[in-house]
Nanobody, 122 residues
Framework: QVQLVESGGGLVQVGGSLRLSCAASGRTFIAYNMGWFRRAPGKEREFVARVSASGILSTSGDSVKGRFTISRGNAKNTVYLQMNSLKPEDTAVYYC???????????????WGQGTQVTVSS
């Protein structure tokens, strides 16, 4: 069992930056691939970024590529999402997830956090 708690969301102006954190409980954190997803109002949940269990591999979705960076600190059982050059369309609830598969598909993830709101004002 893995429990995930996101933090770091908030209100930011266009062009600003935020760093989201996701703290994981349990000693098996290093066995899991981690992902960030988001859901904007009225839209389906969207893949944002993923990082492999080792931290060596990572990718991000097309809509955030070049602006968002995922990383993990296995010693701290934490995964991060650095978000730069934020746009109004980045407004969403952001979720972190843990899974055994290195995947961009939400159904490959077994555990989810409760989400943190990010609002980008223009």
């Amino acid at each position: 069992q893995v429990q995930l708690v996101e933090s770091g969301g908030g209100l930011v102006q266009v062009g600003g930056s935020l760093r989201l954190s996701c703290a994981a409980s349990g000693r098996t954190f290093i066995a899991y691939n981690m992902g960030w997803f988001r859901r904007a109002p009225g839209k389906e949940r969207e893949f944002v970024a993923r990082v492999s269990a080792s931290g060596i591999l990572s990718t991000s979705g097309d809509s955030v590529k070049g602006r968002f960076t995922i990383s993990r600190g296995n010693a701290k059982n934490t995964v991060y999402l650095q978000m730069n050059s934020l746009k109004p369309e980045d407004t969403a609830v952001y979720y972190c997830a843990a899974g055994r598969v290195y995947s961009a598909r939400e159904y490959d993830y077994d555990y989810w956090g409760q989400g943190t709101q990010v609002t980008v004002s223009s």
